[in-house]
């Protein structure tokens, strides 16, 4: 397994919706996530083109981009001042750190808004998907909302098809919240891709095969 360093500044106490919301604070979908991508051959992500959707912190999408990938990191509008402030703590925007070595290759990341279901997603995912992303990652974006924001599994799986090609693979994780849950967030994703597959917890490293936390993989 690889290992990376990383800042990573969140912010708890905005979790209520008039707040940052839920993506104010880091949830377990996101270590197991990044433990998994940390378990794949070094070279797996290097120049590749990444999304994050849903990013919060950024946890993710900030890891791919130190295994050298460019990456874009998107959440609602709130959330942007965290997220362009992560990226820069860990110098991974347009100003490489003083004391990196040039001959590595370096990966980077961006920020962009999107919040699927809005007026506007779609012509959002079109201008994004002219990128052409070799991978799209999202984690716990299907959840109850107590203050009444809860997402919409079709909503967010139109923004992940949208945002693929024939050749995108998506990694989504989803915490086991119950059946009701789980059915929607299945139906929706069989609705949008052809190959949907669950990833087994022995392929993570130990202390990551988390019970309550799936992952998924889906393509086009």
């Known amino acids: 397994m690889l290992w990376c360093a990383l800042l990573a500044a969140k912010q708890p106490r905005s979790l209520t919706a008039a707040r940052l919301g839920v993506g104010a604070c880091l949830w377990d979908g996101a270590f197991v996530l990044t433990a998994y991508l940390l378990t794949q051959p070094s070279d797996t992500f290097t120049g590749k083109r990444c999304i994050e959707l849903g990013a919060g912190v950024g946890l993710v999408g900030l890891s791919l981009a130190r295994l050298g990938a460019e990456v874009t990191l998107t959440d609602k509008p709130a959330l942007l001042s965290l997220l362009k402030g992560n990226v820069a703590r860990n110098w991974l925007g347009e100003r490489a750190h003083p004391g990196a070595d040039p001959g590595l290759p370096r990966g980077k990341a961006d920020v962009a808004a999107l919040e699927w279901g ?72 069989h609705a949008k891709f052809t190959f949907v597959k669950e990833i087994s917890r022995g392929l993570l490293p130990p202390g990551y095969q988390m019970d309550h936390i799936d992952l998924w993989e889906l393509r086009l």
């Open 118 to 189: 809005s007026k506007d997603c779609t012509n959002t995912v079109a201008a994004l998907a002219s990128k052409q992303y070799d991978y799209v990652v999202a984690t716990d974006c299907t959840y109850i909302d107590p203050d009444g924001n809860t997402p919409d599994d079709n909503h967010f799986m139109t923004a992940c098809a949208g945002l693929c090609h024939k050749q995108t693979t998506c990694f989504i994780t989803f915490e086991d919240r119950g059946s009701a849950l789980r059915n929607s967030f299945l139906a929706a994703a």
